[in-house]
């Protein structure tokens, strides 16, 4: 499954390349790779038949993004082109730190740190396209945090298994459920 992750966030590295020669195509892969990564995250958890994980990221996700668009239209902080008074905090960067974030409290490191890598991109494309000052996705990451820690836990394959097995001698059957 690592594999998996690894290739998802790969592939989103792929797409945002081939947007980037572009004008204005490093912003434009940050955006694809923001809303990849939700996806990539939806889907590793359904690979795992992890529906509690789906609930979870959902509500990570809508919590944090509500939240920075909140934010956003209530403190009036200057875009760095100038453009409007709605740079803090990025709604993009939440969008892409909130399912990094959950798939690293869900499902540990291995699959973190890309999905971490791949938010990274996001927040950087939008520093360089002038959209948002370093801090406003810093504060859009620690949202992000904040609330894949009050909703996320730990992701567990909690299973039933049996066994039966029967000789000439004896019968045995177990039943056992793993947490």
């Not at 097995?165 to 793993?178: D, F, K, M």
């Amino acid at each position: 499954m690592r594999r998996l992750a690894t290739a998802l966030a790969g592939a989103a590295f792929v797409l945002a390349g081939t947007g980037a020669a572009e004008a204005g195509g490093m912003e434009q892969a940050g955006t694809a790779v923001a809303i990849a990564l939700p996806v990539m995250a939806g889907g590793l958890a359904l690979s795992k038949d992890d529906w509690t994980g789906v609930a979870q990221l959902t509500l990570d996700t809508v919590a944090t993004v509500g939240t920075a668009y909140a934010l956003k239209h209530v403190v009036p902080e200057w875009r760095p082109d100038h453009s409007d008074k709605q740079s803090f905090p990025s709604d993009t960067a939440a969008l892409a730190f909130a399912p990094a974030q959950f798939v690293w409290d869900r499902y540990g490191w291995e699959y973190g740190v890309p999905a971490y890598l791949a938010a990274g991109f996001v927040g950087y494309s939008r520093v360089d396209a002038k959209k948002h000052h370093w801090y406003d996705v810093a504060a859009s990451a620690g949202i992000a945090f904040t609330f894949s820690k009050l909703f996320t836990t730990e992701y567990r394959n909690n299973q039933f298994d049996y066994h039966f097995s029967a000789t000439t001698q004896s019968v045995s059957a177990g039943l056992r459920y793993r947490f």
